[in-house]
């Protein structure tokens, strides 16, 4: 049996719920403009990938996705680590920061849905960019950054 496995079908039922590190980045072309973001799942041996984009949203937003994102690929309530290279993240999920827009303020309450309704016990982290995960998680984000038209033709891909 993987540690995914684990994750995704069995409830914790009294137990120690089990352990997931998941390593966040988000990237945009633009700010605003298209964006991609990328969770890296990890738990023991076992790792998963999850990415995503969409053709309109600011660096800020694709943070807070990438942590959304990571989160509701959890099928189980579990003991999370969430690292991520954004101060700002941190801040606005920890409490510590105020969050003054209404789109900062929308995607922080969305991370707290997944949060509450599967009872996950998360901490957030502020990792730098040069653990080998967040890098690569990095590579990911960009990678997923949508190709979309403007005015001048087709904006470049941050593929790798």
Known sequence: MTGWE????????????PKVHIYCDGACKGNPGPMGWCAILVCGESERVVTGGAPEGTNNLAELEAVAC???A???RCRVTVHTDSQGVVG????AWRRKKEHIRTACACVEVVVDYVGHQVEYVYEHD???????????????VPISETPRGLAENHSL
Not at 6 to 17: D, L, N, R
Not at 92 to 95: A, D, I, K, S
Not at 130 to 144: E, F, I, K, T
């Open 130 to 144: 040069s653990h080998p995960r967040m890098a690569r998680a990095d590579q990911l984000a960009r990678a997923a």
């Open 92 to 95: 606005w999920l920890t409490g």
């Open 74 to 76: 959890l099928k189980a």
């Open 6 to 17: 684990i994750v995704e079908k069995v409830e914790c039922e009294g137990a120690c719920p």
């Open 70 to 72: 990571g989160l509701r």
